[in-house]
Nanobody, 126 residues
Framework: VQLQASGGGLVQAGGSLRLTCAAS????????MGWFRQAPGKEREFVAAISGGRITTYYADSVKGRFTISIINAKNAAYLQMNSLKPEDTAVYYC????????????????????WGQGTLVTVSS
């Protein structure tokens, strides 16, 4: 199983970016996926997650209303649309596949994820 995250870059505060995660070896449609981020000197933190049926989405309070997670099953690709970016959003962003069927708030726990992409750097300047 491989995950490839892309779409990061340098953007001014208030700008937008869309991250893409492409998967091979497993599909997002079965158990969904999640996005996490890690800023320098900080622990990896949950950003957003989506269930396999795209029925339920979860967001960290810090990004709620600004970020949108989605999956296109036909492309086996996941996206994180990030709007109204802030300097505190600066981090390496990782996409991840869960170990199996993860329910509810457990989707926010990094330990529930088995496969991780290599990360893509998002830098938001003030």
């Amino acid at each position: 199983v491989q995950l490839q995250a892309s779409g990061g870059g340098l953007v001014q505060a208030g700008g937008s970016l869309r991250l893409t995660c492409a998967a091979s070896g497993r599909t997002f449609s079965t158990n969904g996926m999640g996005w996490f981020r890690q800023a320098p000197g900080k622990e990896r933190e949950f950003v957003a997650a989506i269930s396999g049926g795209r029925i339920t989405t979860y967001y960290a309070d810090s990004v709620k209303g600004r970020f949108t997670i989605s999956i296109i099953n036909a492309k086996n690709a996941a996206y994180l649309q990030m709007n109204s970016l802030k300097p505190e959003d600066t981090a390496v962003y990782y996409c991840a596949l869960p170990r199996g069927s993860v329910v509810g708030q457990k989707r926010k726990a990094p330990d529930e994820y088995e496969y991780w992409g290599q990360g893509t750097l998002v830098t938001v300047s003030s």
